[in-house]
C-alpha cells in the first residue's frame, strides 16, 4: 500500500558531486514538496511544486533544483554536494482542496533518504 | 511571517502517565493546524488536524486561538507512543505548504 517512494533509502556522495533524489507518488496529487529534516531543527521546506513544470522555492533552496516533468514524479537535484547537505531527505504530496477555502488534507510522505556528502 | 514552536526537544514519561507535548503558533490568518507522528523506521505520518475534533490512538489536541497554542494530550501514556511528533501548520494560501515545528521526542518507559 505504498503511496509514496523514494528512489534510495541512503546515498553516499563526495563532495562536489552531482546528486539526484527522485520521488514518485501514485495518488495524482497536483502539490508534491521536498523537505530536509535534521534534528532540532525539524523539517524544513526546500521546493515544492504545485503542477508540472511549476515549481516554488521553499525556505531554504539555496544549493538545491527541482524538477517535475510529469505529474508523478519530483526529482531533487544537488548540483554539487557540499559536506552541509548531509542530510535525511522526505518528499511528500497532497491534494490541492476542491474549493476556495476548503481544508487541505494530509500530506503523505516516502520513507526518506539519508544522503551523507563525504 | 508564521512560525510554529515546540519548546521541548525531549520529553520522557512513564507508562500510565499523563503526557502533553506543546506547539505554539504565531499566523495572521486563520490557522489550520496538524500533528505529525514519526514511529520509529516508519514514515512520517499524519497523527491527527484540529478541524476534525478527533480522538487518534487516544491522543487529543484543542486549538486555543487565545494563546495561539495547539498542545498534543493523553491521559495514559503508551509505550507505543514512544516516537517524534511534529506540529505543523498549513500555509491556506500556498498549496498547502507546511510550517513544521521543530519537533518533539517523546519516550515512554515501562
Known amino acids: 500500500d505504498v503511496k509514496v517512494t523514494q528512489s534510495s533509502r541512503y546515498l553516499v556522495k563526495r563532495t562536489g558531486e552531482k546528486v539526484f533524489l527522485e520521488c514518485v507518488q501514485d495518488?495524482?496529487?497536483?502539490?508534491m514538496f521536498w523537505y530536509r529534516q535534521d534534528p532540532g531543527l525539524g523539517l524544513r521546506l526546500i521546493y515544492f511544486?504545485?503542477?508540472?513544470?511549476?515549481?516554488e522555492k521553499g525556505d531554504i533552496p539555496e544549493g538545491y533544483s527541482v524538477s517535475r516533468e510529469k505529474k508523478e514524479r519530483f526529482s531533487l537535484i544537488l548540483e554539487s554536494a557540499s559536506t552541509n547537505q548531509t542530510s535525511m531527505y522526505l518528499c511528500a504530496s497532497t491534494q490541492t482542496p476542491p474549493f476556495s477555502g476548503g481544508s487541505y488534507n494530509e500530506q503523505f510522505f516516502g520513507p526518506g533518504t539519508r544522503l551523507t556528502v563525504l | 511571517a508564521q512560525r510554529v514552536t515546540q519548546p521541548e526537544k525531549l520529553l520522557s514519561v512513564f507508562k500510565g502517565a499523563p503526557v502533553e507535548l506543546k506547539c505554539n503558533y504565531s499566523?495572521?490568518?486563520?490557522?489550520?493546524l496538524f500533528w505529525y507522528v514519526q514511529y520509529s523506521r516508519q514514515r512520517l505520518q499524519l497523527l491527527l488536524r484540529?478541524?476534525s475534533r478527533e480522538s487518534i490512538k487516544g491522543f487529543t489536541a484543542d486549538l486555543n486561538k487565545g494563546e495561539t497554542s495547539f498542545h498534543l494530550k493523553k491521559p495514559f501514556a503508551q509505550e507505543e507512543d514512544s516516537a517524534m511528533y511534529y506540529c505543523a501548520l498549513v500555509q491556506r494560501t500556498s498549496y498547502g505548504k507546511l510550517t513544521f515545528g521543530q519537533g518533539t521526542i517523546l519516550t515512554v518507559h515501562p
Open positions: 495518488m495524482d496529487h497536483e502539490n
Open positions: 484540529h478541524i
Open positions: 511544486s504545485y503542477d508540472v513544470k511549476m515549481k
Open positions: 499566523y495572521s490568518g486563520s490557522p489550520e
